[in-house]
């Protein structure tokens, strides 16, 4: 576990400790973006992650993230059915009106790459696949937080 991992579960520990836990409400992608840079500040990465924030019908996120930590540069073979098992037990256990939200965290620039359009391409259909909604994917790196939406992850795909 590298110092970066220890730092956010530190966050999350603190913030588990007070009266008031961080539960966020994300009605909009803005919502989710101003969330997500609460959660992971400050940026800074020296490895790959995938984090997990459910989010309940009430719109307000539960108190724990989930991170993946030390994720492939790309989704592996067997990526995607792990995946879609471990977001149908997600979907199990939450609410109808409950939905996922990920956070690709990676050292470098803001720039996307086809990795990270990779990443987000499988997440959105696993989450598909396993029935449970989906907001939109955001990457994180160490200049900044920016949405991955759907529309254009599937217009920049190879023919």
């Known amino acids: 576990m590298d110092s970066r991992s220890r730092v956010a579960r530190e966050r999350a520990r603190v ?3 007070e009266q008031t836990p961080f539960r966020p409400t994300i ?5 989710l ?3 997500w840079g609460h959660l992971i500040a400050p940026l800074g990465f020296t490895r790959q992650s995938l984090w997990l924030m459910v989010i309940e019908p009430d719109d307000r996120s539960l108190p724990q993230l989930i991170e993946i930590a030390d994720l ?3 989704p592996e073979a ?3 059915p792990a995946f879609v098992s471990f977001l149908q037990t997600i979907a199990d256990e939450t609410p109808l009106g409950g939905r996922a ?3 690709l965290s990676r050292p ?3 720039r996307v790459h086809d990795d990270d359009r990779s990443w987000a391409e499988m997440l959105y259909d696993a989450c598909r696949s396993a029935e449970l909604p989906c907001e939109t994917v955001h990457l994180a790196s160490d200049e900044g937080i ?3 939406p759907l529309d254009e992850i599937r217009m920049r795909r190879p023919a």
């Open 27 to 31: 009605r909009s992608q803005a919502d």
């Open 78 to 80: 067997d990526d995607r």
């Open 33 to 35: 973006e101003r969330a």
């Open 101 to 103: 939200a990920f956070l």
């Open 72 to 74: 492939s540069r790309v």
């Open 108 to 110: 470098g620039h803001d």
């Open 15 to 17: 913030a588990g400790m």
């Open 146 to 148: 920016r949405p991955l």
